[in-house]
Nanobody
Framework: QAQVVESGGGLVQPGGALRLSCAAS????????MGWYRQAPGKQRELVAT??????NYADSVKGRFTISRDNAKKTVYLQMNSLKPEDTAVYYC?????????WGQGTQVTVSS
């Protein structure tokens, strides 16, 4: 089964930016509607951004600050995160947003703190 590997997280000050990457395996990647999820300590995993073809959608909490994109040739999904806030601190994961999920990766930790 296809797998994903997330990378690009780190420690950043409020107002800073990070670009996350999600590299996927498998031959059907270009057919999948993909999304970025995040899970903060003590909270449920939430979906923050999706990409379906050229259509993108965002949770209200990140709209205007985050941008999701994909490169099907590289089987990679990206999340550009700008104007980061402490409440964006979480482990970020990528996966399909419809149908059976791919094997979840380890995620990448994003910490926003001064």
């Amino acid at each position: 089964q296809a797998q994903v590997v997330e990378s690009g997280g780190g420690l950043v000050q409020p107002g800073g930016a990070l670009r996350l990457s999600c590299a996927a395996s498998g031959s059907l990647f270009s057919l999948y509607d993909m999304g970025w999820y995040r899970q903060a300590p003590g909270k449920q995993r939430e979906l923050v951004a999706t990409i379906t073809g050229d259509i993108t959608n965002y949770a209200d909490s990140v709209k205007g600050r985050f941008t999701i994109s994909r490169d099907n040739a590289k089987k990679t999904v990206y999340l550009q995160m700008n104007s980061l806030k402490p409440e964006d601190t979480a482990v970020y994961y990528c996966n399909k947003v419809r149908g059976p999920a791919l094997n979840w990766g380890q995620g990448t930790q994003v910490t926003v703190s001064s």
